[in-house]
C-alpha cells in the first residue's frame, strides 16, 4: 500500500512558476510509474504528465515532471502558467507503465490547490 502526498501548491501570477512535489511512503516507490493529474471545476479530471520506474526526468511542454527514487518523491515543475492551469493537481502510482487514463493508476493523493490569476 502505498501513500502520497502532494505539496507544493499555492496562488500564482500568469507567467510563474511553481514546483510540485509528491512524497511516497508504504511502498516500494521506484517500482510505479508516477503520474501527474488535475481537475478544475466542472471538468472532468485530465492527465498532465508522466513518468516511468527508470527516467529521471521528462519534459512536456510547460511541465517538467522528474523523480528521486532515493527520496520517494516525484516532481512537477511547471512554467508560464495560465489562468486555465488552476485546479486541483493530484499524483498517482501504478504497478504498470505510465498511461494517461487515470484508471490505470491504483494510488493516488490527495491533491494540492493551484491557482492562477491573470
Known amino acids: 500500500q502505498v501513500q502520497l502526498v502532494e505539496s507544493g501548491g499555492g496562488l500564482v501570477q500568469a507567467g510563474g512558476s511553481l514546483r510540485l512535489s509528491c512524497a511516497a511512503s508504504g511502498g516500494t516507490f521506484s517500482s510505479y510509474a508516477m503520474g501527474w493529474f488535475r481537475q478544475a471545476p466542472g471538468k472532468e479530471r485530465e492527465f498532465v504528465a508522466g513518468?516511468?520506474?527508470y527516467v529521471a526526468s521528462s519534459v512536456k511542454g510547460r511541465y517538467t515532471i522528474s523523480r528521486d527514487n532515493a527520496k520517494n518523491t516525484v516532481y512537477l515543475q511547471m512554467s508560464s502558467l495560465k489562468p486555465e492551469d488552476t485546479a486541483v493537481y493530484y499524483c498517482?502510482?501504478?504497478?504498470?507503465?505510465?498511461?494517461?487514463?487515470?484508471?490505470?493508476?491504483?494510488?493516488w493523493g490527495q491533491g494540492t490547490q493551484v491557482t492562477v490569476s491573470s
Open positions: 498517482a502510482a501504478s504497478t504498470g507503465p505510465v498511461r494517461t487514463s487515470g484508471y490505470e493508476y491504483s494510488y
Open positions: 513518468i516511468s520506474t
